[in-house]
């Protein structure tokens, strides 16, 4: 398989942390004994780039992998990285691509707050520390009625929410992406009510199949797929996967989410991706799989359904859609 390349950088552009990657990539290729013939660059991090240093370090070397997707072919990363929905870039499958360089990811920081014993605002190298990063391969299903399968890098969001000591009070965490609009051309127009909101109740929050993302495709997250840290929840539709995110709170009420403020008849809080609730304006008992002719069928729980149905027991998911 062919991997995805970050565009050539200008000579002149190189710094620390773009030397590092190099120096990661090469390693990577097998010279391992090439032991650290430290570039002199890398003993020194600005602190803007502190986090990238921090994930580089983590990436180094074999990650533990698993597959949860069947063995389905994993889709091309090419297409993982052109066809996106972000749509602080624009509405466009390729804007983000295109747009996604004027995302500024460093520095970067995520405030948790709300319901938890330990509050603040961390820096991104801080969230990262200590959190053992894994490869899982997923199904994402866009409401949209396609899909992809993605190797994503990260690790579960139970881990870092622990951290923060939730207190009995938290029932539900509400997310948030960047709002930045000089930067995100999206955010010009009111597409949604920005930034981007999201939302999950705490059990669903803290299985261990939800991830916080930090790479894909054994690199650092590219901008369009929403660096450099999202949420990615694969038994359900793509829009609860919430990009570029700056905030965790945690919270005893069920909140709103930009969908549903946006349009409450066609997106619910739960959003599962569940094949025999339809889209008020399409079914969803099929997707189509990006790479691929002809359609699938979609399955329950987006094939999560023995990790994940319990949650739901006793609920009425056409009316908790
Ligand atoms: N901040 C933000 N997060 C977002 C979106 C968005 O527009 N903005 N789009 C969502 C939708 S609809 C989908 S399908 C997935 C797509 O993720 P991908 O582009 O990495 O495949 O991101 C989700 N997260
Ligand atoms: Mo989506």
């Known amino acids: 398989m062919s991997r995805y390349r970050y565009p050539p950088i200008p000579e002149s552009e190189v710094t620390p942390w773009e030397l590092f990657e190099q120096r990661r990539r090469f390693l990577k290729r097998g010279a391992a004994l090439a032991v650290a013939a430290a570039a002199p660059g890398l003993l020194f991090t600005p602190p803007a780039r502190a986090w990238q240093a921090t994930l580089a370090r983590q990436l180094e ?13 994993l889709t091309d990363v090419k297409d993982a990285t052109t066809y996106n929905n972000f749509y602080e870039f624009g509405t466009r499958k390729s804007d983000p691509e295109v747009y ?37 391969i997923y199904r994402l299903r866009c409401v949209e009625a396609w899909s992809m399968v993605i190797p994503w890098i990260g690790f579960p969001l139970a881990e870092l929410l622990k951290r923060h000591a939730p207190t009995s009070r938290a029932r539900y965490v ?23 909101r999201e939302a999950l109740r705490i059990d669903e929050a803290m299985h261990p199949l939800t991830l916080m993302a930090v790479g894909m495709y054994g690199e650092r997250m590219p901008n369009q797929n929403g660096a450099p840290i ?22 005893e009420e069920q909140p709103t989410t930009s969908w549903i403020d946006q349009n ?24 189509r799989r990006i790479g691929e002719n002809g359609r699938r069928e979609t399955l329950m729980f987006n094939g999560y359904a023995d990790e994940v149905a319990e949650l739901y027991a006793g609920m009425d998911l056409n009316k908790h859609f």
């Open 100 to 136: 996604a360089h004027r995302l500024v990811t460093a520095p970067w920081s995520v405030a948790i707050e709300g319901e938890v014993e330990k509050a603040g605002t961390f820096a991104l190298e801080d969230v990262l520390a200590g959190q053992d990063l894994e490869e899982r």
């Open 230 to 251: 999202r949420l990615v929840v694969p038994w359900k539709y793509g829009f609860k996967s919430i990009k570029s995110v700056v905030k965790i709170r945690l919270v």
């Open 61 to 73: 070397g074999e990650l533990p992998s698993r597959s949860l997707a069947d063995g389905e072919a």
């Open 174 to 196: 509400v997310f948030e992406s960047i709002l930045d609009p000089d930067n995100l051309r999206g955010q010009r127009r009111s597409i949604i009510e920005w930034p981007y």
């Open 264 to 287: 409450p008849e066609e997106y619910g809080f739960y959003a599962n991706v569940n094949p025999e609730v339809d889209h008020p304006r399409w079914s969803q008992a099929r997707e």
